[in-house]
């Protein structure tokens, strides 16, 4: 083999790596925001708010946009909405889909399809939407720090 071609394999195989290793640090930090949204609509499921104080950011910032009403802070959206929402509904599942992440830096936003079951003072809920999360890193863990949903509207 030439020096030449010795030269360009080598050339190729480090751009190679410097490529890779760029992917794998992205692909680590789009697979951590997408397991936060699959780490909500699990703790939703099981009515578990302890699991939720892990994923969400304990700041007063925190905004949720949910039925045409906000929240504002965390614990003001935990214990005055989620809370009792969560006591008052059984047989909870919440489904997500079509999971898609985008980073720049600190910040993340994703946005998904949801589909949500579960028995509310003895009505059946079953409704479909899109969402929307914004995450920050904060000491290295992706936190909730915006939610927003928007439910299909239902066939006349």
């Not at 045409?68 to 059984?90: I, T, V």
């Amino acid at each position: 083999m030439s020096m030449k071609m010795t030269r360009m394999l080598c050339l190729g195989l480090v751009v190679g790596i410097i490529f890779a290793v760029g992917a794998n640090a992205q692909t680590k930090d789009e697979r951590s925001v997408r397991d936060v949204v699959l780490k909500n609509a699990e703790a939703f499921e099981k009515g578990d708010l302890a699991m939720m104080n892990s994923i969400w950011l304990d700041d007063e910032k925190v905004t949720v946009v949910e039925a045409g009403n906000f929240d504002y802070g965390w614990r003001n959206f935990r214990d005055k909405h989620l809370g009792p929402e969560l006591k008052a509904m059984q047989n909870r599942r919440f489904e997500t889909s079509d999971i898609r992440a985008h980073i720049s830096g600190k910040t993340a936003w994703v946005t998904f399809a949801y589909r949500i079951k579960a028995t509310f003072a003895e009505r059946p809920i079953d409704a479909e939407g899109a969402g929307t999360m914004v995450m920050e890193k904060v000491k290295g863990d992706w936190r909730i720090v915006h939610y927003a949903t928007s439910g299909k509207r239902r066939q006349q």
